[in-house]
């Protein structure tokens, strides 16, 4: 199983941006996928999840309305596209495969002016 994300990077305030995670090493349209954060001194945090065909989704409060979780089982990726940034939305962002308890390795959002 490997989870391999990336669009990360450098934001101003209110800029957007779209993470991706591919998948691969296990069957993805059977599986719930996640989107988590950790910011520097913080604990990991769910920041979204989708279910299995895309309809069921949940949201973490602080980035309700800001953020969608989408998925294309076609091409066993996950996305979190990220609008109207803070600078408190900067962390580390990884993708998780709750069924298989296996995280990828990262990747960096900053948001900044």
């Known amino acids: 199983v490997q989870l391999v994300e990336s669009g990360g990077g450098l934001v101003q305030p ?5 993470l991706s995670c591919a998948a691969s090493g296990y069957t993805f349209s059977t599986n719930v ?3 988590y954060r950790q910011a520097p001194g913080k ?3 769910e920041v979204a999840t989708i279910s299995i065909s895309g309809p069921g ?11 969608t979780i989408s998925r294309d089982n076609a091409r066993n990726t996950v996305y979190l596209q990220m609008n109207s940034l803070k600078p408190e939305d900067t962390a580390v ?13 990262g990747t960096q959002v900053t948001v900044s002016s």
Request: net charge positive.
């Open 33 to 35: 996928m996640s989107w």
């Open 93 to 105: 962002y990884y993708c998780y495969v709750p069924g298989y308890r296996t995280w990828g390795q």
């Open 57 to 67: 989704t949940y949201y973490a409060d602080s980035v309700k309305g800001r953020f």
């Open 43 to 45: 604990e990991r945090e």
């Open 14 to 18: 209110g800029g957007s941006l779209r």
